[in-house]
């Protein structure tokens, strides 16, 4: 490789994408502010920020508000701009091992859409399973867009390692899918000429929705535990998601917490996740895998013995799993994810006794154990909000898209 000078034009493109990216988060960040202060917070002069204003409107990512910043203040008014709601969304695509989801929010986050269909998955091969998906989600962007909002793109999120770079799912073991190109799998499945279309791991997903607007808001350190028949885990370290050199970090369900234990779908025994998945705690139980958490919930609240004994297992196992965690990263706190999330007060006490065991520095730091806030809807939210946060990140994506004809496009936002 050869430095190349940089080319005039190209530069003052990049400085420009830089520049409405500024603005566009700012607002994201900050709420309603006026073109001044814009100017003022952002340090571009005023002209520069009322035409980067004027093309963030123009692209639908910005409104005015017509609300004015100092209301009573004597002078000339100074209209707020702010994100847009209800003209511009993303969407929130999930496969998961017994359930498929959609769901689409828009840049106010607004949920506009919402829908999750109990489905087996795992059961069959992939292509019906992603032919199902990409008409859920056809369904819900019809919908959306017949009320005059644009969904600009999707997120997918897949219970297993991904290959963001080119769209792959590498192996999901509950799942049984191995090597599939789940990008170009589905945007040949989606009928929609522009849309950007991108994939994540749903644990990680789940940590950055509890992160943005859950129960993770306060941390900048934290684990979150996302419990569906498998266990996933997202780690964030300093406000941005961990993800290891080949982005397959976090894989809290396949911690061994018994090397001796039951055989786990990944092929190893005694992970994590053959004692406190979904599928393990209600065997343990003996709830029926139809009856599914609600029938546990009600039979550990009635205070069945054979329920709690689950729970407690279940509760150990992820205490001595998340000992390691601890021990390495010293987080502020480990949220209770997905189906763990209503059982939070039966799996405290056994996590936090095992923490206080095993951790060195259990005596003078602590823990805390506090349940997910956007529990079993997480991945499938931080999916579509991940879409947003990429377009506010980057807002001439929008710009470039070819809303007339072209095809899906299948893209990573590497980096973030
Ligand atoms: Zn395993």
Redesign the pocket.
């Known amino acids: 490789m050869t430095d190349v000078p940089p080319d005039g034009r190209s530069s003052q493109r990049a400085i420009r994408r830089a520049n409405l990216s500024s603005v566009a988060r700012l607002v994201a960040a900050e709420g309603p502010r006026s073109r001044a202060t814009i100017a003022l917070r952002t340090g571009f002069n005023k002209s520069t920020v009322s035409s980067l204003v004027a093309e963030l409107l123009d692209l639908g990512l910005l409104a005015e508000t017509g609300q004015d910043e100092h209301p009573g203040r004597v002078g000339r008014p100074a209209r707020t701009i702010s994100l847009s709601g209800g003209a511009v969304a993303a969407a929130g695509l999930e496969v998961n091992v017994d359930h498929l989801a959609v769901c689409i929010v828009d840049l106010a986050g607004q949920l506009l859409h919402s829908e999750r269909l109990v489905a087996a998955n795992g059961a069959g091969s992939p292509g019906p399973v992603l032919d199902e998906l990409a008409r859920l989600a056809d369904t819900a962007i019809a919908a959306v867009e017949s009320r005059g909002v644009r969904v600009l793109g999707a997120g997918v999120a897949l219970p297993g390692l991904v290959d963001r770079r080119d769209g792959r799912l590498v192996v999901a ?1 509950n799942l049984g899918w191995r090597e599939l190109p789940v990008g170009a799998e589905l945007a040949r499945r989606l009928d929609r000429p522009g849309l950007l279309l991108t994939i994540d791991n749903e644990a990680n997903l789940a940590a950055l929705a509890e992160h943005w607007d859950g129960a993770a808001r306060d941390l900048d350190d934290f684990v979150c535990v996302s419990g569906e028949v498998g266990i996933g885990g997202g780690v964030v370290i300093a406000g941005e998601l961990f993800r290891g050199t080949h982005g397959f970090g976090g894989e809290l ?2 911690v061994v917490v018994d090397p001796a234990g039951a055989r ?3 092929g ?1 025994r005694g ?1 994590l ?1 053959t004692v406190a998945g979904q599928a393990a705690v209600l065997r343990a139980a003996g709830v029926p895998p139809r009856a599914g958490g609600a029938e546990l919930l009600a039979r550990a609240d009635a205070g069945e013995v054979r329920a709690l004994a689950a729970l407690d297992a279940a509760g150990h196992a992820l205490g001595i799993a998340l000992t390691a965690v601890v021990n390495v990263l010293d987080p502020e706190a480990v949220l209770l994810g997905g189906y763990l999330t209503p059982f939070t007060p039966w799996l405290e006490g056994p996590v936090t006794a095992e923490l206080g065991r095993r951790v060195l520095a259990s005596a003078w730091s602590g823990c805390e154990i506090r349940a997910a806030g956007l529990a079993e809807g997480a991945a499938v939210r931080g999916a579509a909000a991940g879409v947003l946060r990429w377009i506010l990140a980057d807002p001439a994506l929008i710009a470039a898209m070819p809303h007339e004809s072209g095809a899906v496009r299948y893209a990573s936002p590497v980096g973030r």
């Open positions: 073991p369900g396949h786990c779908a990944c190893a992970c996740e």
